[in-house]
Structure formats: structure tokens, C-alpha cells
């Protein structure tokens, strides 16, 4: 599981290096997202934009996540595929998170909304 993490105003912001979260890289994506979580930060973006598939156990690892970093901190998603954003859509997880359409409209955008998921 390739994820790469990089500090940018007061977020700690996550590219996902693969095609697919689903059941074959889920654990390793939980794995490894808990790791990179213990830099400090208060949000946490995930960049999905190259991420082109998420099955229910990628989407379960996701939420995962988000909850192992509630409440002290949040998990935002950023660049969802148009497969992905359909999946957050058609599960209703689209209302839990705060997705940004991209990775670089993060930083004012989530200071602006100042809402968490």
C-alpha cells in the first residue's frame, strides 16, 4: 500500500499511490494510515485522486480510519474519482465526510466551511 503524507497548513495531507482500496489492500491501507496518523496535525486530508475503484471493504477502512482519529481530529477526502465519489454518494457516506474536489482546495476551503464529519 503506497500512501504518501506531507504536513501543509495545519493538515497532514495523505496521496494514495493506488488504483483500488478493496479487500485485498484494505488492512494494509488501515495499517498504514494509522502509522502516518501519529504525525500531529489537526486534519487529516486523504487525496484519492488516484484512486479509480473502492469497494465495501475499502469504504469500511475509510471510515475506519475516520473513527480511530475522532474526536481530537478529522478525516477530510479530497479528489474523489467520479467511480469513487459514487460509491460516497450511493452509501450516503458523501454527508459524513467533508470531501473537497481537490487536493489543493483544502487549505481555505475547510477553514471557510469550518464543519467536520
Do not use: C, W
Not at 494494509?28 to 485522486?49: G, H, T, Y
Request: charged fraction near 20%.
Amino acid at each position: 500500500m503506497n500512501l504518501y503524507a506531507e504536513a501543509q497548513a495545519g493538515a497532514l495531507h495523505v496521496q494514495v499511490g493506488e488504483a483500488r482500496i478493496d479487500a485485498a489492500v484494505a488492512i494494509r491501507f488501515k495499517d498504514k494510515m494509522r502509522e502516518i496518523a501519529l504525525q500531529p496535525s489537526d486534519r487529516v486530508v486523504l487525496d484519492l485522486s488516484r484512486v479509480t475503484f473502492v469497494d465495501s471493504s475499502g469504504l469500511g477502512a475509510i471510515v475506519s480510519v475516520m473513527k480511530a482519529l475522532a474526536p481530537a481530529r478529522r478525516l477530510e477526502l479530497a479528489g474523489l474519482t467520479p467511480n469513487v465519489a459514487k460509491v460516497f454518494r450511493l452509501t450516503r457516506m458523501d454527508t459524513v465526510f467533508v470531501i473537497h474536489p481537490a487536493a489543493g482546495a483544502t487549505t481555505a476551503a475547510s477553514a471557510a466551511a469550518g464543519h467536520g464529519g
